[in-house]
């Protein structure tokens, strides 16, 4: 009976040992397992702060962007002086207007002021050597062969001053659809200066 009991007694120890060791032993594990999530957390970023960074830089690039070319003025357009036939028709008059200063622009400006006829335009302008060759529409050489010499004088002092004023040049010669101008009263075959009338003083367009 003694054995017996001693028996039992000695598989509870064994068994109370084994379960002392279980826990000891698996606890190793548990903690390597919770290191590896603690060591391999920070490789996760979120991508929303580098996403807002992007964006903050993209938005700062394009608003410098707009503020340089709202800075940035029109050189093109200037202001420049019309010659006009005055009320009596016997000189000229000035007119300052604000255009790009282009021939065609200004034989445009012309004709809507009354200044050259109705339907002229220019088919091609070119400088050389401080003269620009101006080739304008038959309508042009039509209407100076239709009026008199006063009329004539006075387009061509329109144009002519207008031009060598606004593209700073010394002279135009004329030509129409590729012909040299001539009118019945002149050959206009030389270059054309500026004409020296007196003109009243300047006025601005309103």
């Not at 702060?49 to 962007?65: L, V």
């Not at 100076?144 to 010394?170: F, H, K, P, R, W």
Request: with cysteine; net charge negative.
């Amino acid at each position: 009976m003694g054995k017996l009991i001693s028996f039992f007694f000695l598989l509870a120890v064994l068994i109370s040992l084994g379960a002392c060791q279980s826990p000891s032993d698996t606890a190793p594990d548990s903690q390597e397992s919770a290191n590896s999530e603690t060591t391999s957390a920070p490789e996760s970023e979120d991508p929303s702060g580098s996403q807002q960074g992007q964006t903050s830089e993209d938005t700062t690039a394009s608003g410098t962007s707009e503020n340089q070319d709202d800075a940035q003025p029109d050189s093109t357009v200037k202001t420049v002086v019309l010659y006009l036939p005055n009320d009596t028709a016997d000189g000229l008059e000035q007119l300052e207007i604000e255009l790009e200063p282009t021939a065609e622009n200004l034989v445009d400006a012309l004709v809507q002021h009354g200044a050259l006829p109705e339907g002229t335009q220019v088919n091609s302008f070119a400088i050389a050597d401080g003269t620009g060759q101006l080739d304008l529409s038959s309508q042009f050489a039509s209407a100076l062969q239709a009026t008199g010499t006063a009329g004539e004088s006075m387009y061509l002092a329109c144009l002519v001053n207008t031009l060598t004023q606004a593209l700073d040049i010394a002279a135009v010669r004329l030509t129409c659809d590729g012909e040299i101008l001539e009118t019945g009263h002149s050959y206009y075959d030389e270059p054309i200066e500026f004409f020296d009338w007196e003109t009243p003083e300047q006025t601005s367009a309103s």
